[in-house]
């Protein structure tokens, strides 16, 4: 039998003993094309580089994790969480490393590509048929509690009121951004739904006495910051119901970007930088835009939370942008070219 240990590089110090290590440290990068115009130092942090594909990787991880540490949760403990998008992904994934089992609930609409990347990962998927009241997220909230109520050790970790969804924020993409600036940012955009990205920024730049501006970039439609409900079809930002972390929450500045301004964005990226992004940080590069003559001079973050690859079959298909968000190429290629956001 082969010793493992013996194996070249096997035993090397700094590499990486399993996925769970692959999880943060993802590059930084300059995008000296998108904006047009070189008095604007911007930099984005590319957190599709994570193994899962996500941001959310960071909170998936330390959530379940800390429940670990804390004795909340055993190996034999079942989670459940309501997921049809990159939470659930990280989760699964993070779950499937530590061998414990998880069932996302999901509903009609959940994305078909993200569904099969849980269930490949071993995530046992509980899908929702019916809405409740007329809403899915009510019926999907209403499962998983029926769920935990009739599964034996089953424990809901639930994103949206965790403390360690913004605590892994706070060690997380900010302190890379950070170190690899020397503490040099004027501004950080951070596009929002759980809010948990943008307060850790917030909370880690403060703790350190930076006074880096956190701007976070909702959706038309979002309810979050006092904000009134809408139809919304890009997945990661915004919400429809406030949850219970984004109460009192102040950031320097919040902007709203539309659904087909994160098209536009996504589609800008592609053409001037050969990137692939998705359509929450669409959003963030617009907003940037939209804000870029106050921003002169300025050294500016963003945080980009995944990849073009999971939107081939709506941000960046014409037809479901033309039936879904009632918008024409023609008019994607003005506001891809426009001057004024
Ligand atoms: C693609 C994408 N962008 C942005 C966000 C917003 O992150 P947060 O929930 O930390 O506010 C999410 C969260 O799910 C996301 O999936």
Known sequence: MVDASRLPGATAAGLPAGVADLIGHTPLMRLSRYLGRDDIALYAKLEAFNPGGSAKDRPARHMVEQALVRGDITRDSTLVESSSGNMGI?????????????????????????????????????????????????????????IVAATPGAVWLNQYINRDNPGAHAIGAIAEIDAALDGALDTLFVATSSTGTAQGCRDYLAERGRSTRVIVVDAVGSTLFGGRAGKRFIPGMGAGREPGLARGQVFSRVVRVGDARCVAGCRRAAEREALLVGGSAGGVLEAVRGMANELAGQRVGVILHDSGTRYLDTIFDDGWVADTLGVSPEQIRAMIDDVHV
């Open 90 to 146: 990280g989760l699964a994934q993070i779950c499937r490393y530590h061998g414990i089992a998880l069932i996302c609930v999901v509903d009609v609409n959940a994305q078909a590509q993200n569904v099969a990347i849980m269930a490949a990962l071993g995530a046992r998927i509980h899908r929702v048929t019916e809405p409740l009241h007329g809403d899915f997220l009510a019926a999907r909230m209403a499962a998983v509690e029926q």
